[in-house]
């Protein structure tokens, strides 16, 4: 079944035209070519699901450690937690940006954008 797909950005229609390019010249040099890709809704599922048992065990540990009044913060430090919760996924973004920079030895390659549909920070494999 053909999966349904997004419309790509002209940066990312680049990406994808030098990504066929060389995997064409793979699979023509006798390397065999599997998809291996998967939707980003179903990512962000599995990575809910994963994700979940260890935002219990946090939460477990701090009313283990705080007890109930650690419940009584400030609107300042929601906004501060959101705040930082929010540079973390940029700080997550950079970390993957920079190991695609130290793989392919430049910088000038990287990339960052949010795919608006799902509001999903990206930071792709650099052009090849
Ligand atoms: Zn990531």
Not at 6 to 22: N, Y
Not at 33 to 44: E, G, M, P, Q
Not at 46 to 62: K, Q, R, S
Not at 103 to 128: E, Q, W
């Amino acid at each position: 079944m053909e999966r349904e797909q997004r419309k790509l950005t002209a940066s990312e229609q680049k990406r994808k035209l030098q990504f066929d390019k060389l995997s064409a010249q793979l699979v023509a040099d006798g390397y065999k070519r599997y998809d291996l890709t998967v939707d980003i809704v179903k990512v962000s599922f599995i990575a809910l699901a994963v994700m979940l048992p260890f935002v219990g065990i946090a939460v477990a540990l701090y009313f283990a450690v705080n007890g109930a009044q650690g419940l009584n913060g400030s609107f300042k430090e929601l906004l501060l937690f959101v705040a930082v919760t929010v540079a973390c996924v940029f700080v997550h973004e950079g970390i993957h940006g920079l190991v695609w920079a130290i793989c392919c030895r430049s910088f000038k390659a990287i990339s960052f954008g949010i795919i608006v549909r799902t509001l999903t920070p990206t930071a792709p494999a650099p052009d090849l």
